[in-house]
């Protein structure tokens, strides 16, 4: 069994119980078939570890390798002349009403073949992994009918064997209606959401389920119709809710035990708690809410004071998040949310993996994956301190350092 053992290292294990960002200063971890087989402080490892390769990483702070728990990063083209326009001051729900917005994104994807799509999305996968991203997910959305959603789906499980990183992909068909189905939202979802849904299950295409709950997408009935039929496939569902309004999405995914409400500027009290109730986990993507210059912030005290477990993601997706850094995402948690650094980190760690729901990863402890960063910084709150700087020094994943 191949082992490493890495030593003179501070660890930030983010395990809830220990104390600020899990802290341990003077660390080491023990990995073994891509496992931690053990982590702690570097004088309490134990005698049979003795002997086994050893690492000495210089006194640098080790993380969990970090997870984007909310991407769109699979589509083809881009949006740089609607971005143009809002400049000029188009808003985002106008050009979304003029064929522009998603469905632009969906026409250029659409085109695109497998390989092309492929193509556009590794130097967004690469720009994630250099800055120690381990896992990633990556939802559908683009495509909206049933062979160009499939399409997507087999570009994301491709990117997890051509890169090094492990990926969970959503199914999104429910994120806006084709120009085909104009003005006939229920058909849509009958004649390609429900029946994609079914197909790409049965090809192994599908981690989760989400929908897009608002005004220019999805109605609560409509998103309860994906969700009744997410549920007879076993899948676990998720939801973009209270993005640009308050419809009650946060409480609709809630009471379908959902793994997380996403965006959030408009939630209320209701929903909070909902979310509480369901240990639903509150998915906050800061770099929509800069790109469209929302002055709306989601609720963060009352999510910390209901005890939501709070994730920060990039979203990142050519509309309203062209964004591929989640350090960046972590600094404007920070900056544009108030979280602390040690919540942004969390939120890209502990709580990110909550969010996918996984429970082998997102902290270090004894028995998770050995998906690590190694930093040049010498104490966390760095990592969400700093903009446009990379300190990654290394990522390890499944136990290999890359
Ligand atoms: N909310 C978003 O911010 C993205 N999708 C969604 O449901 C935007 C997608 C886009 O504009 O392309
Ligand atoms: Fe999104």
């Not at 496992?35 to 993380?63: K, M, Q, Y």
């Not at 064997?161 to 009958?190: C, I, N, Q």
């Not at 389920?209 to 119709?225: H, K, L, M, N």
């Not at 760690?349 to 010498?378: E, K, Y």
């Amino acid at each position: 069994m191949p082992r490493l053992l890495l030593t003179n290292a501070v660890l930030a294990t983010m395990q809830p119980a220990g104390g600020a960002y899990g802290l341990v200063p003077d660390g080491a971890v023990v990995i073994a078939d891509g496992r931690i087989a053990w982590c702690g402080r570097r004088a309490d490892r134990p005698a049979s570890f003795n002997g086994i390769e050893s690492i000495d990483l210089g006194g640098r702070l080790v993380t969990p390798g970090l997870i984007d728990c909310h991407t769109h990063l699979v589509f083809g083209g881009n949006r740089a002349r609607e971005f143009e326009l809002r400049l000029q001051g188009a808003s985002y729900e106008q050009i979304a009403r003029e064929g522009g917005g998603i469905n632009a994104t969906v026409v250029a994807t659409r085109a695109a073949s497998e390989d092309e799509l492929l193509a556009a999305a590794l130097p967004r996968v690469d720009a994630l992994l250099a800055e120690g991203v381990a896992t990633l997910e990556i939802k559908s959305g683009y495509g909206l009918s049933i062979e160009d959603e499939l399409k997507i789906l087999r570009v994301a499980r491709r990117i997890g064997e051509v890169r090094a990183v492990r990926v969970l992909t959503s199914y999104l068909a429910a994120h806006a209606v084709p120009p085909e189905f104009k003005g006939r939202p229920e058909d849509y979802l009958d004649a390609v959401v429900l029946p994609g849904m079914a197909t790409a299950h049965a090809r192994g295409l599908i981690d989760a389920v989400d929908g897009f709950c608002e005004g220019i997408a999805f109605s609560p009935a409509q998103i309860g119709r994906v969700f009744a039929k997410a549920r007879a496939l076993g899948l676990p569902v998720k939801l973009h809710a209270e993005q640009l309004s308050n419809l009650g999405g946060a409480a609709l995914v809630a009471r379908h035990r959902g793994l997380s409400a996403d965006h959030l500027e408009y939630l209320d009290d209701q929903g909070v708690a909902a979310m509480a109730g369901a240990g639903t986990v509150a998915v906050l993507l800061p770099g929509a809410f800069y790109t469209l210059r929302e002055t709306q912030v989601p609720p963060v005290d009352s999510l910390r004071a209901n005890a939501v477990h709070m994730a920060v993601a990039t979203d990142s997706n050519p509309g309203t998040s062209p964004l591929t850094s989640l350090l960046l995402a972590m600094n404007m948690a920070a900056t544009l949310f108030r979280l602390t650094p040690e919540e942004a980190l969390a939120g890209t760690t502990r709580n990110a993996a909550r969010a996918l729901g996984l429970s082998d990863a997102g902290t270090i402890a004894a028995g998770s994956r050995a998906d690590l960063a190694v930093w040049d910084v010498a104490h966390p709150a760095e990592l969400s301190y700093r903009l446009g700087f990379n300190p990654l020094h290394r990522r390890i994943f499944a136990g290999a350092f890359q």
